[in-house]
């Protein structure tokens, strides 16, 4: 299957420092990229879905201005939490497809990022 | 309010025998489910799916079941192999949307299997 890499896997940092999440499609262009955040014991939630060249769009309760999302090429995607503070803290993990394929066995998921806010 | 449910974190199993996973739903709207497998340090892969127009759908070892009177589907392994062993998330989405369409996830399910 194709595959998402995602960098960094894993980042602690100090709370009020913002920190960037980038996730890849290395080998198909990914039309639409969505991102999840997995708390502990919990389930994977979507965030927000962006597709190249617009903006995301937010699930409700997500705070746009807070989770910043940036997909301007088809293999790239950025998440940047500003202001980063401890309730953050959490599994953050995208997912790439193609909006060729119609089927969702075109979905492809990163291997996610364990996000640390002290 | 959770709409897709697997209350068993853990599920362990021995080599040979059947797994079997399980998942409740309360969105009558789904039309669509999955089951993803995780393995560490990875990001889920799809291993298999059902149209809500059918009961069942088999793929190798792997047949997933749909009782939609009681928003119930499992996950059958057999025979089950090391290898199996990972975190089994069950998904549901409304109006399929392919691969565009958006996935409830359930909390996913731990299954060890015994050599």
């Known amino acids: 299957g194709a595959v998402v890499s995602q960098h960094p896997s894993r980042v602690i940092c100090k709370s009020g420092t913002s920190v960037k999440i980038e996730c890849r499609s290395l080998?198909?262009?990914?039309?639409?990229m969505f991102w999840y955040r997995q708390f502990p014991k919990q389930s994977l939630m979507l965030m927000a879905t962006?597709?190249?060249?617009?903006?995301?769009?937010?699930e409700q309760g997500v705070e746009k201005d807070k989770f910043l999302i940036n997909h301007a090429s088809l293999t790239l995607s950025t998440l940047t939490v500003t202001s980063a503070h401890p309730e953050d803290s959490s599994f953050y993990i995208c997912?790439?497809?193609?909006?060729?394929?119609?089927?969702?066995?075109?979905?492809?998921f990163g291997p996610g990022t364990r996000l640390t806010v002290l | 309010d959770q709409q897709v449910k697997q209350n068993s974190p853990s599920l362990s199993v021995q080599e040979g025998r059947i797994s079997i996973l399980n998942c409740d739903y309360t969105?009558?709207?789904?039309?669509?489910f999955l089951w993803y497998k995780k393995y560490p340090a990875e990001g889920p892969t799809f291993l298999i799916s059902?149209?809500?127009?059918?009961d069942k759908n088999e793929d190798g070892r792997f047949t997933v079941f749909l009782n939609k009177s009681a928003k119930h589907l499992s996950l059958h392994i057999v025979p089950s192999q090391p290898g199996d062993s990972a975190v089994y998330f069950c998904?549901?989405?409304?109006?399929?949307?392919?691969?565009?369409?958006?996935?409830?996830f359930g909390k996913g399910t731990k299954l060890s299997v015994k050599p």
């Open positions: 997912s790439a497809s193609n909006r060729d394929t119609r089927s969702y066995r075109g979905r492809f």
């Open positions: 080998d198909f262009q990914a039309t639409t």
């Open positions: 962006s597709n190249e060249g617009s903006k995301a769009t937010y």
């Open positions: 969105n009558s709207m789904f039309d669509y």
């Open positions: 059902i149209s809500s127009i059918k």
């Open positions: 998904a549901a989405s409304e109006n399929y949307g392919g691969s565009q369409g958006n996935l409830i």
